[in-house]
C-alpha cells in the first residue's frame, strides 16, 4: 500500500471514529431548545421525531446534519441566525413526545445557556453608544443591564457598558442575533454545558 493512501486511510478513521463518539455523547456546545434535559440523557430521550421543530413558529428549532457532528436529526438554536423568542406557551415543549423538552413552568426554567460578552470587540466598550442586545433583551435589566461610569481616559463620556446576569439569563439569544458586531459577534450565548466561551 502506498504511504499516501495509508495516511488518506488512517485520517479517514480518525475522522469517522470522532464524528461516532460525537455523536455518541452528544456535543455540549449545541444550543438546545428550551426545557432539554442534560446532554446525554437528551441524546437518549429525543426519538428525532421533529415535532419541535414543526411546532416552533418562528423556525427557530433546526434539526442535526450529520456534517455538523452532533446527534443526527436533533434539535438545536443557532442564535445568531434565528434565536428563541420565548414563545409564552412553549408550544416546542408541549409537543415532545418523550419528554426530551419539559419542565418549564415560567421563563426562568428555559436555561438554555447564558449570554457572554467580548467586551474586546463591543462598541460600547469602546465608549460608543448603541445598547442594542439591552434593548432587545426580553428580561431587559434582569438578565442583561447597563453599567455606566466615566471613561477613564475621557471624563467628559460616559461608558454604557452591558452586563450579564447569568442568574438571571436564560440563553435565548436574542442579543446574539441583534448585535450590531460582526466576525466575530461581541455577545454570543454560552450553551448550559459548557463551561468558556471567549
Ligand atoms: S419557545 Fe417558541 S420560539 Fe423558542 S424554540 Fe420553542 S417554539 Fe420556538
Ligand atoms: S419533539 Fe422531543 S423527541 Fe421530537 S425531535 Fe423534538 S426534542 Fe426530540
Ligand atoms: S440570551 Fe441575551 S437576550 Fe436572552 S435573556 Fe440572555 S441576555 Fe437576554
Known sequence: MKGTRLIKILIG????????????SGNKTVLRPPGAIDEDEFLALCVRCGKCNQACPYDSIKMGKENLGFGIGTPYIDARDNPCRLCDDYPCVNVCPTDALTGINNVYDVEMGTAVIDTEHCIAYKGMRCEVCYRECPLIDEAIKLNIYVKPDDPTHAVFAPIIDPEKCVGCGICEERCVIDNPVAIRVK????KELF
Open 13 to 24: 478513521g480518525l475522522a469517522a471514529y470522532e464524528l461516532l463518539g460525537m455523536m455518541k
Open 191 to 194: 450553551p448550559r454545558g459548557i
